[in-house]
Every structure is written in C-alpha cells, then in structure tokens.
C-alpha cells in the first residue's frame, strides 16, 4: 500500500497540533536560534568544459554570507560567490560541515557542493547551448 500527500483539491483529516503563530512568522536567518556567518574560499584545480578533456586551473571564488536554523546541525543558507567574472546569490542547506548551495539565473544556473572533508564541485548550466562547465577542487 502507497501513501501519499493529499492532491491540491483534496481534504485532508490530519491534525495540524504546532502553533503557526507570530513566533513561526518572526523567524528568520536574522532571528534563528543558531546563527552561524559563512566565509568560504574556495580553490578549484580541475576545470571540466563540455565535450571538452579537463584542464588545469586556478579558479578561487569566495563564499560569505549568513546561515541559521533550529539547530547547529542543520542550517539554511543565504550567500553571495565573488569570482573575478561575476557575483552570485546561492541559497542552500548546511548539515555539519557538508554545504550544498544553489543559484544564479535562468541563463546561467549554479550548483556548489562541500563534503564534509572540504572536497568540492561546482557546475555552472548554461541555458543557451546547452552547456556546462565543472569545477573540482576544495572549499574551506
């Protein structure tokens, strides 16, 4: 037997028992109980451009901004990578040390992931082509 949400037209005979009151709506990056500033550089040595082999590189974007949560454990993310090109929002999540942020516009979409050990890849997705391009290095 599967289960599943309710469909949007649907009724649903589940009990909602927290409070979605004023403190729900007060919460933010800026009022969560954890707090945490986020100040990340980053050093990719392997860029991979589509259909292409990889090459060398010295590609070192930095990462600040803000996260917070419930708990130290895991966080939300709002920042900002500078790279000598462009500035770009990411939002993402953050468990432990692992970070996993996303980004950018339609033409060009981001997506940055940190393990636990500092091991990193970040992949740009360009709309018009399609085309990709992937960097691996570290982030610390």
């Known amino acids: 037997m599967m289960a599943c949400a309710p469909a949007l037209a649907q009724v649903s005979d589940a009990v909602d028992d927290h409070d979605d009151g004023a403190a729900a709506e ?21 860029e991979c451009v589509e259909d292409e082999p990889c090459t060398e590189t010295e590609f070192k974007p930095q990462i600040t901004g803000i996260a917070g949560g419930l708990t130290p454990d895991d966080l939300v993310v709002q920042s900002t990578m500078t790279t000598d090109a462009e500035t770009v ?19 060009a979409r981001h997506l940055l992931s940190i393990t636990e050990t500092g091991a990193t890849r970040y992949t740009v997705h360009y709309a018009d082509g399609p085309f990709v391009i992937s960097y691996l ?4």
């Open 26 to 46: 007060s919460l933010t990056l800026d009022t969560a109980p954890f707090r945490q500033e986020v100040a990340i550089t980053c050093d990719f040595k392997t």
């Open 137 to 140: 290095g570290t982030c610390n």
């Open 89 to 107: 929002e990411l939002l993402g999540v953050k468990s432990g040390k692992a970070l996993s942020l996303s980004g950018g516009s339609f033409a």
